[in-house]
Protein backbone atom coordinates (compact mmCIF):
# COMPACT_ATOMS: atom_id res chain seq x y z
CA UNK A 1 0.00 0.00 0.00
CA UNK A 2 1.67 3.41 -0.95
CA UNK A 3 0.03 6.77 0.95
CA UNK A 4 0.62 9.62 1.63
CA UNK A 5 -0.33 11.85 4.87
CA UNK A 6 -1.16 15.04 3.90
CA UNK A 7 -1.47 18.51 5.51
CA UNK A 8 0.02 22.11 7.27
CA UNK A 9 2.43 21.44 9.58
CA UNK A 10 1.68 19.96 13.36
CA UNK A 11 -1.78 18.49 11.36
CA UNK A 12 -0.69 15.24 12.80
CA UNK A 13 1.05 13.60 10.04
CA UNK A 14 3.89 12.32 11.75
CA UNK A 15 1.39 11.08 15.06
CA UNK A 16 -1.08 8.66 12.45
CA UNK A 17 1.97 7.16 10.75
CA UNK A 18 2.97 5.83 13.56
CA UNK A 19 -0.16 3.93 13.80
CA UNK A 20 -0.11 3.06 9.66
CA UNK A 21 3.31 1.77 10.94
CA UNK A 22 2.48 -0.54 13.38
CA UNK A 23 -0.50 -2.05 12.12
CA UNK A 24 0.94 -2.53 7.93
CA UNK A 25 4.26 -2.92 8.62
CA UNK A 26 5.64 -0.37 6.14
CA UNK A 27 7.58 2.17 6.95
CA UNK A 28 7.37 5.96 7.13
CA UNK A 29 9.09 8.16 5.11
CA UNK A 30 9.66 11.69 6.33
CA UNK A 31 11.65 13.80 4.35
CA UNK A 32 12.26 16.47 7.12
CA UNK A 33 13.42 13.07 9.16
CA UNK A 34 15.75 12.61 6.37
CA UNK A 35 16.56 15.80 5.87
CA UNK A 36 17.26 16.58 9.85
CA UNK A 37 19.02 13.03 9.62
CA UNK A 38 21.37 14.86 6.89
CA UNK A 39 21.89 17.73 9.09
CA UNK A 40 23.09 15.60 11.99
CA UNK A 41 25.30 13.88 9.87
CA UNK A 42 26.71 17.07 9.14
CA UNK A 43 26.67 15.86 5.38
CA UNK A 44 27.05 18.43 2.22
CA UNK A 45 23.20 18.12 1.47
CA UNK A 46 22.56 18.75 5.16
CA UNK A 47 24.55 21.78 5.22
CA UNK A 48 22.84 22.67 2.02
CA UNK A 49 19.19 22.26 3.45
CA UNK A 50 19.77 23.65 6.80
CA UNK A 51 19.16 27.71 5.72
CA UNK A 52 15.63 27.08 4.17
CA UNK A 53 14.55 24.67 7.19
CA UNK A 54 15.81 27.45 9.49
CA UNK A 55 13.35 29.44 7.87
CA UNK A 56 10.60 27.33 6.91
CA UNK A 57 11.27 27.42 3.59
CA UNK A 58 10.90 24.53 0.93
CA UNK A 59 14.49 22.81 0.06
CA UNK A 60 15.08 22.88 -3.25
CA UNK A 61 13.64 20.15 -5.71
CA UNK A 62 16.75 18.77 -7.28
CA UNK A 63 17.63 18.05 -3.53
CA UNK A 64 14.25 16.69 -1.65
CA UNK A 65 13.32 14.61 -4.99
CA UNK A 66 16.68 12.85 -5.42
CA UNK A 67 16.61 12.20 -1.82
CA UNK A 68 12.62 10.48 -2.10
CA UNK A 69 13.83 8.90 -5.05
CA UNK A 70 16.54 6.94 -3.42
CA UNK A 71 14.33 5.86 -0.46
CA UNK A 72 11.48 4.88 -1.44
CA UNK A 73 13.74 2.59 -4.09
CA UNK A 74 15.26 0.93 -0.73
CA UNK A 75 14.35 -2.93 0.21
CA UNK A 76 11.87 -2.35 3.31
CA UNK A 77 9.44 -0.16 0.70
CA UNK A 78 8.69 -3.19 -1.09
CA UNK A 79 5.25 -3.94 0.30
CA UNK A 80 4.63 -0.16 0.06
CA UNK A 81 4.65 3.12 2.26
CA UNK A 82 3.86 6.07 3.71
CA UNK A 83 5.18 9.29 2.73
CA UNK A 84 5.02 12.02 5.38
CA UNK A 85 5.71 15.88 4.11
CA UNK A 86 6.30 14.85 0.23
CA UNK A 87 5.23 15.77 -1.77
CA UNK A 88 4.83 19.80 -1.11
CA UNK A 89 4.35 21.19 -4.77
CA UNK A 90 3.17 20.57 -7.56
CA UNK A 91 6.56 19.55 -9.55
CA UNK A 92 7.09 17.06 -6.61
CA UNK A 93 3.76 15.65 -6.93
CA UNK A 94 4.34 15.36 -11.01
CA UNK A 95 8.04 13.54 -10.22
CA UNK A 96 6.28 11.23 -8.09
CA UNK A 97 3.53 10.40 -10.06
CA UNK A 98 6.49 9.56 -13.00
CA UNK A 99 7.67 7.26 -10.39
CA UNK A 100 4.25 5.30 -9.16
CA UNK A 101 0.67 5.72 -8.30
CA UNK A 102 -0.35 6.40 -4.74
CA UNK A 103 -3.17 4.12 -3.63
CA UNK A 104 -4.41 7.11 -1.38
CA UNK A 105 -3.54 10.62 -0.27
CA UNK A 106 -5.17 10.93 3.59
CA UNK A 107 -5.68 15.11 4.07
CA UNK A 108 -5.78 15.55 7.66
CA UNK A 109 -8.06 18.84 8.03
CA UNK A 110 -7.23 21.35 10.85
CA UNK A 111 -8.34 24.58 12.00
CA UNK A 112 -5.19 27.07 11.25
CA UNK A 113 -6.14 27.72 15.09
CA UNK A 114 -5.23 24.76 16.62
CA UNK A 115 -1.53 24.44 14.40
CA UNK A 116 0.00 26.94 16.07
CA UNK A 117 -0.57 25.59 19.84
CA UNK A 118 0.39 21.95 18.29
CA UNK A 119 3.55 23.57 16.41
CA UNK A 120 4.95 25.35 19.45
CA UNK A 121 3.70 22.33 22.33
CA UNK A 122 5.68 19.54 20.33
CA UNK A 123 8.55 17.71 21.77
CA UNK A 124 10.94 15.21 19.80
CA UNK A 125 13.07 12.81 20.54
CA UNK A 126 16.23 11.32 18.14
CA UNK A 127 14.79 7.89 18.33
CA UNK A 128 11.93 9.59 16.38
CA UNK A 129 9.02 10.01 18.45
CA UNK A 130 7.07 12.99 18.82
CA UNK A 131 4.55 14.35 22.40
CA UNK A 132 3.11 17.15 22.85
CA UNK A 133 3.67 19.49 26.65
CA UNK A 134 -0.54 19.36 26.81
CA UNK A 135 -1.55 16.86 24.48
CA UNK A 136 0.30 13.57 24.19
CA UNK A 137 2.98 14.18 26.69
CA UNK A 138 5.54 11.55 28.30
CA UNK A 139 5.11 10.03 31.42
CA UNK A 140 7.76 11.73 32.42
CA UNK A 141 8.88 15.10 31.72
CA UNK A 142 11.29 15.92 29.14
CA UNK A 143 11.81 11.89 28.66
CA UNK A 144 11.27 9.57 25.82
CA UNK A 145 8.78 7.09 26.84
CA UNK A 146 10.14 4.47 24.50
CA UNK A 147 14.19 4.43 24.87
CA UNK A 148 14.67 7.49 27.86
CA UNK A 149 15.98 9.97 25.72
CA UNK A 150 16.21 13.56 26.64
CA UNK A 151 13.00 15.18 24.54
CA UNK A 152 13.82 18.82 22.66
CA UNK A 153 12.17 21.14 20.43
CA UNK A 154 13.23 21.41 17.09
CA UNK A 155 14.34 25.02 15.86
CA UNK A 156 11.88 25.88 13.15
CA UNK A 157 9.11 24.97 16.14
CA UNK A 158 9.34 28.14 17.51
CA UNK A 159 6.16 30.25 16.67
CA UNK A 160 8.03 33.19 14.35
CA UNK A 161 9.14 30.49 11.76
CA UNK A 162 6.00 28.37 12.13
CA UNK A 163 4.12 31.16 11.16
CA UNK A 164 6.12 31.14 7.69
CA UNK A 165 5.79 27.11 7.32
CA UNK A 166 2.43 27.95 7.34
CA UNK A 167 2.27 30.71 4.51
CA UNK A 168 4.45 28.10 2.71
CA UNK A 169 1.76 25.47 3.43
CA UNK A 170 -0.97 28.06 2.11
CA UNK A 171 1.07 29.36 -1.00
CA UNK A 172 3.10 26.54 -2.19
CA UNK A 173 1.21 23.00 -1.21
CA UNK A 174 -1.97 23.10 -0.52
CA UNK A 175 -2.86 23.01 -4.09
CA UNK A 176 -2.62 19.86 -4.03
CA UNK A 177 -5.41 18.86 -2.10
CA UNK A 178 -7.69 19.54 -5.64
CA UNK A 179 -4.84 17.96 -7.71
CA UNK A 180 -5.15 14.70 -5.83
CA UNK A 181 -9.08 14.92 -5.51
CA UNK A 182 -9.39 15.27 -9.31
CA UNK A 183 -7.29 11.64 -9.35
CA UNK A 184 -10.03 9.95 -7.09
CA UNK A 185 -7.82 8.98 -4.36
CA UNK A 186 -7.72 11.81 -1.88
CA UNK A 187 -9.24 10.57 1.66
CA UNK A 188 -10.51 14.17 4.16
CA UNK A 189 -10.05 13.48 7.84
CA UNK A 190 -11.66 15.74 10.37
CA UNK A 191 -8.50 16.07 12.58
CA UNK A 192 -9.90 18.08 14.90
CA UNK A 193 -10.51 15.69 17.22
CA UNK A 194 -8.55 13.46 19.60
CA UNK A 195 -5.27 11.31 18.18
CA UNK A 196 -7.32 8.10 18.66
CA UNK A 197 -10.44 9.09 17.03
CA UNK A 198 -8.54 10.54 14.17
CA UNK A 199 -6.33 7.30 13.85
CA UNK A 200 -9.70 5.15 13.75
CA UNK A 201 -10.53 7.11 10.82
CA UNK A 202 -7.68 6.42 9.25
CA UNK A 203 -7.44 2.74 9.77
CA UNK A 204 -11.03 3.03 8.29
CA UNK A 205 -10.29 4.52 5.17
CA UNK A 206 -7.32 2.60 4.62
CA UNK A 207 -8.86 -0.70 5.40
CA UNK A 208 -12.05 -0.01 2.70
CA UNK A 209 -9.03 0.53 0.25
CA UNK A 210 -7.82 -3.10 1.41
CA UNK A 211 -11.03 -4.41 1.03
CA UNK A 212 -11.12 -2.79 -2.56
CA UNK A 213 -7.57 -4.15 -3.90
P1 LIG B 1 3.01 16.87 11.60
O1 LIG B 1 3.81 15.61 11.37
O2 LIG B 1 1.79 16.94 10.72
O3 LIG B 1 3.83 18.13 11.50
P2 LIG B 1 2.81 15.90 14.35
O4 LIG B 1 2.27 14.53 14.17
O5 LIG B 1 4.24 16.02 14.71
O6 LIG B 1 2.45 16.83 13.08
O7 LIG B 1 1.90 16.63 15.45
C1 LIG B 1 2.19 17.97 15.87
C2 LIG B 1 2.02 18.06 17.39
O8 LIG B 1 0.65 17.96 17.72
C3 LIG B 1 2.76 16.97 18.15
O9 LIG B 1 3.28 17.52 19.34
C4 LIG B 1 1.65 15.94 18.47
O10 LIG B 1 1.91 15.26 19.69
C5 LIG B 1 0.42 16.82 18.57
N1 LIG B 1 -0.80 16.19 18.05
C6 LIG B 1 -0.91 15.34 16.99
N2 LIG B 1 -2.20 14.99 16.80
C7 LIG B 1 -2.92 15.65 17.74
C8 LIG B 1 -4.32 15.71 18.05
N3 LIG B 1 -5.24 15.04 17.36
N4 LIG B 1 -4.70 16.51 19.09
C9 LIG B 1 -3.78 17.21 19.79
N5 LIG B 1 -2.46 17.20 19.55
C10 LIG B 1 -2.02 16.43 18.53
P1 LIG C 1 8.63 18.74 8.37
O1 LIG C 1 9.45 17.84 9.27
O2 LIG C 1 7.79 17.99 7.40
O3 LIG C 1 7.84 19.75 9.16
O4 LIG C 1 9.68 19.55 7.49
C1 LIG C 1 10.64 20.40 8.08
C2 LIG C 1 11.32 21.24 7.01
O5 LIG C 1 12.06 20.37 6.11
C3 LIG C 1 10.40 22.05 6.09
O6 LIG C 1 10.04 23.30 6.67
C4 LIG C 1 11.27 22.21 4.84
O7 LIG C 1 12.29 23.20 5.04
C5 LIG C 1 11.98 20.85 4.77
N1 LIG C 1 11.20 19.86 3.99
C6 LIG C 1 10.61 18.73 4.45
N2 LIG C 1 9.99 18.06 3.45
C7 LIG C 1 10.19 18.81 2.33
C8 LIG C 1 9.79 18.67 0.97
N3 LIG C 1 9.04 17.63 0.56
N4 LIG C 1 10.18 19.62 0.09
C9 LIG C 1 10.93 20.66 0.47
N5 LIG C 1 11.33 20.87 1.74
C10 LIG C 1 10.96 19.95 2.66
Redo the contacts with the bound molecule.
Keep these: MKIALFGP ?2 AG ?2 TQARYIVERYGIPQI ?7 AQLREGTELGMM ?1 RG ?10 E ?2 IGM ?1 RERISEEDCGEGFIL ?6 IS ?1 AEALSNLMDLDAVVNIVVDESALIRRITGRRMCKCGMTYHIEFDPPAKEDTCDRCGGLLYQ ?1 G ?1 DREE ?1 VRN ?1 LE ?1 YRSQTESLVEYYRKKGILKDIDGNRSIDEISRDVMRALSILEVGK
Design positions: PGKGSTGDLLRAYMDRGALVPNVVMDGFPRDQRDTRV
